[in-house]
């Protein structure tokens, strides 16, 4: 029998306050029921263990998102990890990683995550710069980010830290002295994400009212070559669009996403891919967090049904997830996974205008081709 493998994203859905950039599903709520959650969640898995994923199968990751996953307390951390380990089998080496803000850092509350099984802790340090701090929404300061990243260092066997450029009026001169100053903190792995307004939030609705002023194209595509550079120089390359590593620490639960593993979604709003038998199936859930309580409560998960995806549809968002990585899409793999060859035209085309290199193995995005990434996986889409 083979093994059948995947991770588990688990999503913790409340926050302290909500940042005027985000579009995810996180919420504000007084009173968070931390016990409601945990024994919700066991089911969802349980029912997931029925339904969607066989018993022998094996977990090798898993994911706390939000939401603000630090908000709550390591033994429901615990808890998750018992219910998921009574369901299959977790593997030794799992990576199981943990979101937090500075905000809600502690040293004896990042031990008891320790002692509750995680062993790699995402930070959303977002920036160094206090100005730029206020004006992006966050609770902590530089100085709650920098001791943060102390104990996290101290604490866990790997450690990542989120930051946010590309802010209305920022500078290469500015931008640069953050950058630095955050390498040199020294975790293994560093997500760089440019600022972006997403319909739905505060930031969007002071675009619309002239309030606020995002940074021009040029500025932005500047401040992205240069971040290639510099952290290139230091040691932490990308291996996808807008994510670093040292050798070795690349996220392994976010390659899932990326190669097109199995992966399984629970709690509010959460999504999943699972691949039975070369049947790709798509799962959400439930996104209103007292919504999804009831439905657990009443059918045992908060699952929507589940959907079967086309060879087509999958090969789709298969090429979407691949080519932000560096390492590309293996185009053999490919085809024998889904039946599906790509435009050999747009391939042309694309490699003529540099923006793809391809050998006998692997399609990738140039760094040419990554300024304009969405512009290269549409051409490969409608080139199909």
């Known amino acids: 029998m083979n093994r059948f493998e995947f991770g ?16 995810f599903n996180s919420h504000v709520r ?29 977990v090798s990751s898993v994911f706390f998102g939000g939401g603000t996953p630090s908000l709550m307390n390591a033994g429901t951390v615990g808890g998750v990890m018992e219910s998921i380990s009574r369901n ?22 990042f031990r008891g995550y320790r002692a509750a099984g995680v062993n790699r802790l995402s930070l959303g340090v977002q920036s160094l710069d206090d100005t730029a701090l206020r004006f992006l929404g966050r609770l ?32 290469v001169a500015e931008w640069g002295a953050e ?26 609705a002071r675009f619309r009212a002239g309030i606020l002023t995002p940074l021009s194209e040029q500025p932005a595509a500047e401040l992205y070559e240069y971040t290639q550079e510099t952290v290139n120089r230091a040691g932490l390359p ?37 691949v039975r038998e070369g049947a790709p199936l798509a799962t959400t859930t439930e996104r209103n967090p007292e919504r999804w309580l009831s439905r657990v409560a009443a059918n045992e ?11 087509a549809e999958a090969a789709r ?12 899409i293996d185009h053999r793999e490919f085809h024998a996974r889904w039946s599906h060859q790509l435009s050999e035209q747009s391939l042309c085309m694309l490699e003529e205008a540099q923006l793809i290199a391809r050998d006998e193995i692997r399609t990738r995005v140039t760094p040419k081709g990554r300024l304009v990434l969405n512009a290269v996986i549409a051409a490969l889409l409608d080139g199909e």
């Open 179 to 204: 950058l630095t100053e955050a390498i040199s903190l020294g975790t293994e792995h560093i997500s760089l994400y440019q600022l972006t307004i997403e319909d739905g939030t505060p930031f969007s």
């Open 317 to 328: 968002e298969h090429l979407l997830m691949a080519l932000r990585l560096s390492e590309g």
């Open 140 to 171: 902590h300061d530089s100085a709650d980010a920098k001791r943060a990243i102390v104990f996290a260092v101290d604490t866990f066997e790997r450690v990542s830290i989120d930051l946010i450029y590309g802010r209305p009026d920022q500078t």
């Open 301 to 311: 998960s908060g699952f929507d049904p589940f959907l079967p995806l086309t060879p």
């Open 238 to 274: 990308a291996y996808e669009i807008s994510n670093h590593a040292r050798a070795g620490g690349e996220c392994r639960h976010n390659l899932l996403y990326w190669r097109y593993g199995n992966y399984l979604g629970v709690g509010p709003g959460a999504h999943g891919r699972i």
């Open 8 to 23: 588990v994203y688990v999503h913790w859905p409340y926050c302290a306050a909500k940042c005027p950039y985000c579009d």
């Open 88 to 109: 299959w089998t977790l593997l030794p080496d799992a990576e199981i990683t943990l979101e937090a803000n500075p905000s809600s850092a502690e040293a004896g509350r």
């Open 30 to 58: 007084r009173e968070i029921p931390e016990a409601a959650w945990l024994d919700a969640i066991g089911k969802e898995l349980a029912f997931a263990a029925t339904e969607l994923i066989p018993p022998h199968a094996v």
